[in-house]
């Protein structure tokens, strides 16, 4: 049964980081493609960064700056290092691998 937890979300204020992780078990995270998404009510999921099978990542424009994915296949755990967040950055965070999804973590970024 494969499983995907994500941790590290909370509520944070406009400047600040945060990191979050995603541990899978009963799946290979090596050369497996796996990214991290998010969704506001009402609206699409949207990706927010991804390793493709060969390793590359990708990002879009308005988050390759402050956000940055990395992994340990050896752990089966991804990270999503998130900085300088903004108020619209608010979501609940999803890790995918393959089309495995996890059951997200809220982050909140608010003064």
């Known amino acids: 049964q494969v499983q995907l937890v994500e941790s590290g979300g909370g509520l944070v204020q406009p400047g600040e980081s945060l990191r979050l992780s995603c541990v899978g078990s009963g799946i290979i995270f090596t050369g497996n493609p796996m990214g991290w998404y998010r969704q506001v009510p009402g609206k699409e999921r949207e990706m927010v960064a991804r390793?493709?099978?060969?390793?590359?990542?990708d990002y879009p424009p308005t988050m390759k700056v402050r956000f940055t994915i990395s992994r340990d296949s050896a752990k089966n755990t991804m990270w999503l290092q998130m900085d300088n967040l903004r108020p619209e950055d608010t979501a609940v965070y999803f890790c995918?691998?393959?089309?495995?999804w996890g059951q997200g973590t809220q982050v909140t970024v608010s003064s």
């Open positions: 390793i493709r099978g060969g390793g590359f990542t």
């Open positions: 995918k691998v393959q089309d495995f």
